[in-house]
T-cell receptor, first 114, second 114 residues
Framework: KQEVTQIPAALSVPEGENLVLNCSFT??????LQWFRQDPGKGLTSLLL?????REQTSGRLNASLDKSSGRSTLYIAASQPGDSATYLC?????????????FGQGTILTVHP | DTGVSQNPRHKITKRGQNVTFRCDPI?????LYWYRQTLGQGPEFLTY????????KSRLLSDRFSAERPKGSFSTLEIQRTEQGDSAMYLC????????????FGPGTRLTVT
């Protein structure tokens, strides 16, 4: 059974700092990995999707890497801003499936203070 | 609006009552997913539809839960005889059926059982 773990559970940083969020998964046979953002009481917004054949994806100040063999992904946020404060969720689609059921980590709560 | 919509956004009910939630996916998306998220946790998969067919149900979906997707368009999730443990955010997502495609999430329905 696939399990996804995110470290740290919470992170508080001053504005402007670069930061890294970590995600690990137990079964390396994944189809893809996705990072989401969730604001309090809201739904999920997709940030980046990395296919299993890719090593990284970038969008603006965000960069996500994937090391499938070691079961790890990192989300790098450059020059953090107070508006980045949210919960960040990592999710994988396991291999051997014909559709996209996501298995999520428990999330990292990020607070960026001015 | 071309996104996934869910109604109601919030529902407060007394234990033992029945509740029904609705999800309207992105119009051209064949696949529809329901997830449940409790406080401080990542979402957990509940069930999946391709068009009108319900193809997988999680063991989390007890006999009190039923989901439908008539005509392959909107979907409903009904909970009968609600219990306090049903209090959670219920999230709907949809995707194309061209392989393993990115899922787009709705804003969720927050259920509180008193």
């Amino acid at each position: 059974k696939q399990e996804v773990t995110q470290i740290p559970a919470a992170l508080s940083v001053p504005e402007g700092e670069n930061l890294v969020l970590n995600c690990s998964f137990t079964d390396s046979a994944i189809y893809n990995l996705q990072w989401f953002r969730q604001d309090p009481g809201k739904g999920l917004t997709s940030l980046l999707l990395i296919q299993s054949s890719q090593r990284e994806q970038t969008s603006g100040r965000l960069n996500a890497s994937l090391d499938k063999s070691s079961g790890r992904s990192t989300l790098y946020i450059a020059a953090s801003q107070p508006g980045d404060s949210a919960t960040y969720l990592c999710a994988v689609v396991s291999g051997g499936t014909s559709y996209g059921k996501l298995t999520f980590g428990q999330g990292t709560i990020l607070t960026v203070h001015p | 609006d071309t996104g996934v919509s869910q109604n109601p956004r919030h529902k407060i009910t007394k234990r033992g009552q029945n509740v029904t939630f609705r999800c309207d996916p992105i119009s051209e998306h064949n696949r529809l997913y329901w997830y449940r998220q409790t406080l401080g946790q990542g979402p957990e998969f509940l069930t999946y539809f391709q068009n009108e067919a319900q193809l997988e149900k999680s063991r989390l979906l007890s006999d009190r839960f039923s989901a439908e997707r008539p005509k392959g368009s909107f979907s409903t999730l009904e909970i009968q005889r609600t219990e306090q443990g049903d209090s959670a955010m219920y999230l709907c997502a949809s995707s194309l059926a061209l392989g393993i495609e990115e899922q787009y999430f709705g804003p969720g329905t927050r259920l509180t059982v008193t």
